[in-house]
C-alpha cells in the first residue's frame, strides 16, 4: 500500500514497531527531564509519529496523534500518568496527526483544555473541539507546576496559517513540529546535523502527491532566526529523532535548506 493509501484508509491500523505477536507499541524515551517522546513508527511510510508528553503537576501532551492511533497512544500515556490528569493537549497546525485525537483525549481527561494559538482557535478549533481552546499569542504564559510555555506564531511553517511552535523556557525546548521532518525509524535523540536529513526528506516529498507540504515565503527566514534567538537546547521533533545541543544554528541553517528544497524541485 502506498504511503497515501495507508494515510487516507480508514479501516488501517497504525502499525508502530511489531513486538513478536504481531502486536504494535509506542516506543517511549526520556529526551529530557519529565519530557517523554511517545514514537509510532509505520514501516509503509519509513516515518515515526512522535508525541511528547511533559510530566508535571498539570501535565501537558504535545500531538493528539492520528484519531486511529488514540488507543495505542492512551495505553503509552497510561504507563507514565493517569490519562484523566492530563490538563492540556496543544499541537502546532490544524492538522490530523497534530489534533485528530483531540476529542478523545478531552473525552478520556475531563480537566485537559485544547491549547493552540490565537488563530487555531477563532479559525478551526472552536469549531470541532467539544471543549473551546485556549488561544495563546508569545505573550500568554502558560505553566504546568515545574515548567513555563510560550506559543510562537509561525503563520505556513510548517504548514497552516495557523501553524505555531510551542517553547518550554525552563529547560529550552522547543516543540517544533514538522520542522526537521526527516524519515526513518530513528533514535529518540541526536546530537548530529539534522538539516542534512531534512533537506533529503523535502527533496523526497517533492517528487510525490504530497509535493509542496512545505512553503517558502520572504517570511520564512525571519521566522525561523528568530525561534533561533530562543537558543533552544533541545528540539522536538515530529518525525525523526529528536535534537540535544545548541540549536539556534539549526534553525538559521533551515530557512537556507527549505530554499534550496524549493529551488530543486
Request: hydrophobic share 40%; glycine share 6%.
Amino acid at each position: 500500500m502506498a504511503p497515501l493509501e495507508w494515510l487516507l484508509s480508514s479501516q488501517r491500523d497504525p502499525r508502530g514497531e511489531a513486538t513478536p505477536d504481531g502486536l504494535t507499541m509506542v516506543t517511549i524515551d526520556e529526551i529530557a527531564p519529565s519530557l517523554f517522546r511517545l514514537s509510532v513508527y509505520v514501516p509503509e511510510m519509513d516515518m515515526q509519529f512522535n508525541h511528547f508528553l511533559v510530566r508535571d503537576e498539570e501535565p501537558l501532551l504535545f500531538h493528539t496523534g492520528l484519531k486511529s492511533m488514540f488507543p495505542l497512544l492512551r495505553e503509552a500515556v497510561a504507563t507514565l500518568i493517569e490519562p484523566a490528569a492530563l490538563r492540556h493537549i496543544a499541537w502546532s497546525h490544524f492538522e490530523s496527526d497534530e489534533c485528530g485525537a483531540l476529542n478523545e483525549w478531552l473525552q478520556v481527561a475531563p480537566q485537559a483544555q485544547p491549547v493552540c494559538t490565537l488563530v487555531g482557535k477563532i479559525v478551526s478549533v472552536d469549531d470541532f473541539s467539544i471543549r473551546p481552546a485556549r488561544g495563546m499569542t508569545a505573550e500568554d504564559l502558560l505553566t504546568t507546576g515545574q515548567y513555563r510555555f510560550r506559543f510562537y506564531p509561525s503563520p505556513h511553517i510548517p504548514h497552516g496559517w495557523d501553524a505555531g511552535v510551542l517553547f518550554e523556557e525552563s529547560c529550552r525546548t522547543l516543540f517544533c513540529s514538522d520542522l526537521f521532518h526527516h524519515f526513518g525509524n530513528a533514535p529518540a535523540i541526536t546530537s548530529a546535523d539534522l538539516v542534512g536529513p531534512t533537506l533529503e526528506a523535502m527533496h523526497k516529498m517533492e517528487q510525490g502527491p504530497l509535493a509542496g507540504y512545505m512553503p517558502y515565503t520572504r517570511r520564512t527566514p525571519g521566522v525561523l532566526h528568530a525561534l533561533g534567538q530562543l537558543q533552544p537546547a533541545t528540539l522536538a521533533v515530529m518525525h525523526g529523532s529528536s535534537y540535544e545541543g545548541p540549536a539556534a544554528g539549526l534553525l538559521h541553517d533551515l530557512a537556507a535548506a527549505i530554499e534550496e528544497s524549493i529551488d530543486r524541485s
